[in-house]
């Protein structure tokens, strides 16, 4: 009985029906899992150069979009994409990057479609499922640029040409068409894809027997690609100003290079990475040997991984020669992430033919393997730490920007981060990087901005080789009144006013600015207080605005904390409102700086003025309220202990910040 039952469970476990069922889970597992991986501190990473550059294009008008495109070294379907992205979604690092994420996540079921087509289920189970924790492609799809919709526009171009040269149909033609030239408008590098497809289309449908109709349909299909380009290289051809090459590596420099950078992400110190290349490269020598061997199992569709995966790489290396009079791209490791998913076929493709050898020795590469990609991304992550010196910067000078303010970047070489942060509405004036400061130039640009009420000079760390005198800072405090500086870490911002201005400065805003000495001085408005928490933070001084909250208003708390060592840790801020039974009536928790500047970032010794914005509710009844503040661990929840200062009365982990009086007559 036990038997019969045993072999009636198995022979379910067998059926077609289940078996799609398992694989369709797996594929959803892929799905989940990379959607996990790349969502994980996808916003922990300040924006760099590139992802400031690709949202201040997509700020542009479309027209403008399109004109600054053709002279530049990439075309427009990712701006003008990311163009309406931002409109829909915002414009934060998470919502930005988002739009990568979508094309990373989405690659998971082309790659299992892929690798089915090719090989079966388990060869497409095994690439979505690389795909889905590689950590090259994790990196890309968590930066705002185009690498990871171009290499989904290029698995489904893959995808579509497999189906175009086994079984033919109109709607597979069409298909590659959209794929390719949507590929083709994301990147340039992608043209190496049309060249290895063209390759394979060559090879397969004109050796003996030849396919005469199935090749003039292919010839159709790169005429229709072709005639969507034309629009596109009538007006870059004119415009490129992309000339000349870059010094080529030595090819063992670059075979290595491909052998790190495709299972690894690494593309530097390649010698620490020497075993795990040489690990991956053999399981994909056995996945080569796999497809030309049962060659006429799966057709002429065998060459399609084999020859991108040997070829697409060498043409990138043979066109990276300066021998081009037009142009030759540069050998940078993103450039190859579009034979990712092709990698990923041919490595599952090894894991499975060692299977079939050696159940046990392939049951050990793949947890190798699986052992070397989780240690691989979690060596990622560890680098995704958050470097906030220009945004917390810029985030100062959003708060106070008022009309007839100027900002100048002293010098330009990272532009685009801060204009990012500055946000669209406020214009940035770069002092050019490169150019030497003099006394005339110095005094000239003074006087370029007389007309001004505020000037805001951000001072960039690359200072020290374009004005290490401070001769722009010196012609700005010459001609108007400083009234302020605050020291970021690595960026500095000074604030300087019109003398003849009768504005407030800041006036919705407590910012103290008096620079004396080595510190920043609190301004009259601040009450000290001299509070020490356990982890070394004090508590200087704070400043309420207005200095009698009403109910039913917000009031802002500003926190002026210091610091004389560096911060292993991030610390959440707390400003509580408690009534006279010690009742929570309102709170305002976040990252100082209003997010802006994590504790692990700041540039300690260095003081750190801090604002909160409280919402009283409307129904409070009169009384005395007291306001207390202190800081938390942002993992865990623990509050640091105030170890010197006034406390809240029964609690040591809250500083006693101020005390209110609400009277019975309310506005």
Excluded at 190 to 204: I, K, S, W
Aim: proline content about 7%; hydrophobic content about 50%; some cysteine.
């Amino acid at each position: 009985m036990l038997e019969k039952l045993l072999k009636r469970t198995l022979s379910r476990l067998r059926s077609p029906v289940l078996t799609q069922l398992l694989y369709a889970a797996g594929v959803l597992l892929c799905v989940g899992l990379s959607a996990a991986l790349r969502l994980y501190l996808l916003a922990n990473k300040a924006v760099w150069w590139d992802e400031g550059w690709s949202v201040y294009l997509a700020r542009k008008p479309v027209a403008e979009i399109i004109r600054t495109a053709a002279s530049t070294q990439h075309p427009p379907l990712h701006y003008l994409y990311l163009h309406y992205w931002l409109r829909l979604v915002g414009e934060s690092e998470q919502a930005a990057r988002l739009s990568s994420v979508l094309f990373g996540v989405a690659t998971i079921p082309v790659v299992y479609a892929l690798g089915r087509r090719l090989k079966g289920r388990a060869v497409g189970l095994g690439a979505a499922a690389f795909v889905a924790i590689a950590p090259f492609h994790i990196c890309w799809s968590q930066e705002i640029r185009m690498y990871s919709a171009a290499t989904f526009c290029a698995a489904l171009s893959f995808l579509a040409f497999t189906e175009c040269i086994s079984r033919p149909r109109a709607l597979a033609w069409v298909a590659y068409v959209l794929a390719t030239s949507a590929m083709l408008y994301m990147h340039y590098g992608t043209l190496l894809v049309v060249a290895v497809q063209n390759l394979v289309a060559l090879y397969a449908l004109l050796r003996p027997p030849a396919r005469w109709r199935e090749f003039r349909a292919w010839v159709a299909s790169q005429v229709a690609v072709a005639l969507t380009l034309v629009p596109w290289l009538l007006l870059y051809i004119p415009n490129s100003t992309e000339r000349t090459g870059f010094a080529p590596l030595s090819p063992l420099l670059y075979i290595r290079l491909v052998a790190t950078l495709l299972p690894t992400g690494q593309s530097a110190y390649l010698e620490r990475y020497t075993w795990i290349a040489v690990i991956f490269s053999a399981i994909v020598a056995c996945g080569l040997w796999s497809l030309f061997r049962d060659r006429r199992l799966t057709g002429d569709i065998w060459l399609v991984p084999g020859i991108a995966l040997l070829v697409g790489p060498a043409l990138l290396y043979v066109l990276s020669l300066p021998a081009s009079a037009f142009y030759s791209p540069r050998i940078v490791d993103r450039y190859l992430l579009i034979f990712l998913p092709i990698y990923g076929l041919v490595l599952s493709t090894g894991l499975l033919w060692l299977v079939k050898r050696s159940r046990m020795v392939g049951i050990a590469a793949a947890f190798v393997v699986l052992g070397i990609l989780t240690s691989q991304v979690s060596a990622y992550y560890a680098t995704r730490q958050y470097e906030s010196d220009p945004k917390a910067a810029a985030r100062l000078v959003q708060e106070c920007f008022q009309p007839g303010d100027a900002v100048i970047l002293n010098p330009d070489k990272d532009w685009p981060v801060y204009a990012y942060y500055l946000g669209a509405s406020i214009p940035l004036n770069n002092i050019p990087y490169g150019q030497e400061m003099t006394v005339p130039s110095a005094a000239a640009l003074a006087d370029k901005f007389s007309g001004y009420d505020t000037v805001w000079l951000m001072e960039a760390p690359e200072i020290a080789s374009n004005d290490p005198q401070r001769l722009l800072r010196a012609a700005l405090a010459a001609r108007d009144e400083q009234i302020g500086e605050a020291d970021f870490g690595n960026v500095k911002v000074l604030v300087f006013r019109s003398k003849s201005t009768p504005q407030a400065f800041c006036p919705n805003r407590i910012i103290p600015y008096k620079a004396e000495g080595t510190g920043i001085v609190p301004a009259a408005a601040f009450t000290p207080i001299a509070a020490t928490l356990a982890n070394g933070i004090r508590l200087e001084a704070y400043g309420l605005n207005p200095p009698s909250p009403l109910p039913g208003h917000s009031f802002d708390v500003t926190l002026v904390w210091s610091c004389l060592e560096h911060l292993q840790q991030n610390y959440v801020v707390f400003v509580h409102v408690l009534d006279e039974q010690g009742k929570l009536v309102a709170q305002h928790d976040g990252a100082p700086l209003w997010g802006a500047y994590p504790t692990e970032a700041w540039a300690c010794p260095t003081f750190v003025y801090d604002t909160h914005t409280v919402q009283l509710p409307p129904n409070l009844a009169p009384g005395t309220y007291c306001i207390t503040g202190g800081l938390y661990d942002r993992q865990s929840g623990a509050r640091v202990q105030v170890i010197e200062g006034e406390q809240y009365p029964d609690s040591r982990d809250s500083i006693l910040v101020a005390r209110f009086v609400l009277g019975s007559n309310r506005p």
